[in-house]
């Protein structure tokens, strides 16, 4: 058994960390003061080949295991940048490359290697379903040749950074599947074409993160682009999850190294009462502890991520990596905004822009209450508790 990473990954490691170190805290900053999305480290990015790195070769991508791409996300958040504004460009993809026909592929795949055509903005989350996917409202009907679909998705972010919107909607009412599972359906959805019948708005969040409420009028989609089979939506969407949960989990440890290492940094500097405030036991162990915590969880997200590799099940690890490594990070994020004291919240220093964005962790993609009642009964075999 071997922890460490390989060569290639540390060579990875460095290639990111030059492109993440060209864009420094100023750039970040300056984004979150105004609101701007990162659009020009999204296209540094893209040009590297980082975000194509799990398309596969033949596709015009790098194929490169998960915890390449892991460690790639890892490193920008590391460096203080923020992997987030871009990260779906890499994994949304999957349910594509997984379940899509060979057209689909031939069409699509390529162009999202090369960042010609974003696809990073996906519709699952409704202002009445919330956790509970299998009730969103949205439906397709069925008409010759194709949907009409109508309804309304929350939360959909980067969606004004995106040509494409992958779109779940229901293809049968819920009172009528035999699976709770069943009868929904994953549509690619041209976001220029669809004209009016797809409009949106952002929500103003507390964070520089792009995210709208979208609303779906007879948006026409033919046979064409939706993905596999009819119905079977939620269950192409789950193979695609361990994936974006891994992904998401290695900014959490990129982002926990970071507090740590500021959080370090200031407690050694810092007089107080004529000595180091990290002198101080009530200073240094949260830091210390948060260390501990992050590099524990690190260790599942890489045990999650060889599993997915291998091509063997990794639900249950993927889950625990996500609700372990955003736990780690949020210890971390608390342990530098306490170290900090009133600095914390100044944002010249940084930590109150990382804390906020490392926040989200705990809640999306999946809040970390329903990683726990998963762990609860598919792991531990104990009752549903929904
Ligand atoms: C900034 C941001 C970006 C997002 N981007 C996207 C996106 O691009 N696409 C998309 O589809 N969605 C997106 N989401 C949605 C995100 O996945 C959801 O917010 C998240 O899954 C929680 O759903 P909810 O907000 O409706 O909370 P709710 O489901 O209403 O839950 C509220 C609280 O109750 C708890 N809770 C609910 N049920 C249970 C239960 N059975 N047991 C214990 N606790 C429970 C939850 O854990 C949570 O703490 C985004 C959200 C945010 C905030």
């Known amino acids: 058994m071997n922890f460490s990473y390989s060569d290639t990954q540390i060579e990875i490691t460095e290639a990111v960390r030059a492109l993440a170190t060209s864009f420094p805290a100023d750039y970040w900053r300056r984004c979150d003061a105004e609101g701007i999305y990162p659009e020009a480290f999204v296209q540094a990015m893209t040009k590297a080949g980082w975000l194509a790195a799990l398309i596969p070769e033949q596709y015009g991508g790098s194929g490169l295991p998960l915890l390449d791409a892991c460690l790639i996300l890892q490193e920008i958040n590391r460096q203080g940048g923020n992997g987030a504004a871009c990260h779906a460009q890499m994994y949304t993809m999957g349910s594509v490359l997984n379940h899509g026909s060979e057209q689909q592929k031939q069409s699509l795949l390529p162009r999202i290697a090369s960042g010609e055509l974003r696809l990073q903005a996906f519709g699952v989350t409704e202002p009445d379903a919330g956790s509970n996917t299998l009730k969103i409202k949205t439906f397709a009907r069925r008409i010759n040749g194709g949907y009409v679909i109508n309804g309304q998705k929350i939360w959909t972010s980067r969606f004004k950074q995106s040509d494409m919107y992958l ?83 290695s900014e959490c440890v990129g982002d926990g190294h970071w507090f740590i290492e500021r959080a370090r940094r200031y407690a050694t500097d810092r007089v107080v009462f004529d000595k180091p405030i990290g002198a101080n036991q009530g200073v240094a162990f949260p830091i210390a502890r948060a260390h501990m915590s992050v590099s524990a969880a690190e260790l599942m997200r890489n045990q999650a991520a060889s599993l997915y590799d291998a091509g063997k099940p990794c639900g249950g690890e993927a889950n625990m990596a996500k609700y372990l490594c955003s736990e780690a990070s949020w210890e971390a994020a608390e342990a530098a905004m306490t170290t900090f004291g009133g600095y914390g919240v100044a944002t010249e220093y940084d930590i109150e822009r990382k804390w906020k964005e490392n926040r989200l962790m705990r809640t999306a993609p999946i809040s970390n209450n329903l990683v726990l009642a998963y762990v609860a009964q598919h792991l531990l075999e104990m009752p549903r508790s929904y």
Do not use: C
């Open 167 to 249: 779109l779940l909607a229901r293809t049968t009412p819920y009172e009528e599947v035999k699976r709770k599972t069943d009868g929904l359906s994953l549509f690619l959805v041209d976001i220029a074409r669809a004209g009016k019948s797809l409009q949106s708005r952002p929500i103003d969040t507390m964070l520089n993160h792009h995210t709208n409420e979208v609303f779906i009028n007879d948006l026409e989609i033919s046979d064409e682009w939706r993905i596999g089979e009819e119905g079977k939506g939620f269950t192409y969407l789950l193979t695609s999850l361990n994936a974006e949960r891994l992904l998401v989990a």
